[in-house]
């Protein structure tokens, strides 16, 4: 079983950046897929990146442009989310997921058994 926590939330400027780091509990981390989901007010929560146990397989939501990077650190039981160039359309809670597989990694919410409780970003225009 893995706890997370998300942090590195909150209100900036159109064209600016964030990063958001969600750290895990566990000794066997590194044997996790992790994904990042967003879910903006009156909206389903959606993916937006994931990153498989060793960090080579890292897939995003078309939508991001490449405005977006996920990356882990398997040493220190991280997964962080570097936002660019961020958009009001950004304005979500960020939610840190984790399932357990070495090899595969996930796009839908439904893949994930561990959610952390989210972080606010607000993006300003």
């Known amino acids: 079983q893995v706890q997370l926590a998300e942090s590195g939330g909150g209100l900036v400027q159109a064209g600016g950046s964030l990063r958001l780091s969600c750290a895990a509990s566990?000794?066997?981390?590194?044997?996790?897929?992790m994904g990042w989901f967003r879910q903006a007010p009156g909206k389903e929560r959606e993916f937006v990146a994931a990153?498989?146990?060793?960090?080579?397989?890292?897939p995003y939501a078309d939508s991001l442009k490449g405005r977006f990077t996920i990356s882990r650190d398997n040493a220190k039981n991280m997964v962080y989310l570097q936002m660019n160039s961020l958009e009001p359309d950004d304005t979500a809670v960020y939610y840190c997921?984790?399932?357990?597989?070495?090899?595969?990694?996930?796009?839908?919410?439904?893949?994930?058994?561990?959610w952390g409780q989210g972080t606010q970003v607000t993006v300003s225009s």
């Open positions: 990153i498989n146990s060793s960090g080579d397989r890292t």
């Open positions: 566990g000794r066997t981390f590194s044997n996790y897929a």
């Open positions: 997921a984790a399932e357990y597989n070495p090899w595969n990694v996930y796009r839908r919410t439904n893949e994930y058994s561990y």
